[in-house]
Each structure stands twice: as structure tokens, then as C-alpha cells.
């Protein structure tokens, strides 16, 4: 994988899954998403928020043991290939935020605002979530591009379409 593809998660109900991972549902239903999770490969590695670590840095091989059979990812790969200086800046970016404490309020409002009229700018906070973190890694590669967004304001299957309307990547490709 290449630096910079994103990887989103869809999960396609089994019983069994709904009683262990109920969140991935939530999200899916109340936002209309069907991704419920979202992270960045950048250098072989794998960034993602997760409630129960915060930001974490894993292998991208570690991270595909961990996916069940419910969980199916989709790649989305850049539009254009990444030079040395951009990826060492992703890489840079990404491990500034290795750490960073998961935000489930911040993730709560964002399904929310699927679901009422609700003032996203009312959404602020410096810790971080899934999709949150895959923008402002793109924001940080594409300034221009992403002119005027602010990261907090996504749930993953938003982040993926704000990202194929820049035409920052392509279309996804179900493993």
C-alpha cells in the first residue's frame, strides 16, 4: 500500500457482531454512512483513532489480523503519487498526533449532525477521531485544495466523499 491510501471500514450485520461492536453500527445507521471507521497508511505503518487507544501507530499487517468477518475495508488510493518531502511531512503530521486522546464526544456529534440541524462549528476540541485525523493529514498535503475545512467537522463517510470531490483520491476498492 501506498503512502497516504486510506482505508475505510463497512461491517455487514451478523448477530453475533452486533452484540461485540454495536458502535460500528450506530454510526452507520444514525449518520447514513456506510463507513463507520476510517485511518491512513503512511511508510507501512497504520494511523487511526480508536476510543480505547487514542491515536495509535500499528504495522498495516497488524491492523488487517485484527479486522473480523464482518468488517470489510475499502482502499482509497491518492490521485497522485506522494514525492519523499510530501511523505515524510504525512509522516511527520501523523506521528504529531500518536497519542492524542479519542474524542467519543466529538464522534457522538458528528452523528448527531447526521440526524438534527446542529451547528458544526459548536464542535471544537483538540483531541481527535477516525475521520478527523484522515483530513488533517489531507489538509496538511492539500492546503489549497482543502481551503477552509475544518477536520472536526466529518464522520467517515463524509471525510471519503470531501476527498473524491477534491479529487484527492479514488474511487474505493473493496478487499
Known sequence: MKSGTIIAFHSKYKTKHLFTKPLHYV??????????HA????NDWYYEAMGSYGVRKIRLAQKIEEIDDCVFPYFFSLTNILTKEQEDSLERDLDAQVGKKFSAWQAFLSILTAIIIFDKDDIKTKKMFCSKLVVYAMLNLHPKKLFNILPRHFNPEE??????EHNIIKEGVAL
Open 27 to 36: 454510526i452507520q445507521i444514525f449518520t447514513g454512512s456506510k463507513f463507520h
Open 39 to 42: 485511518g491512513i497508511i503512511c
Open 159 to 164: 471525510a471519503i466523499k470531501l476527498l473524491r
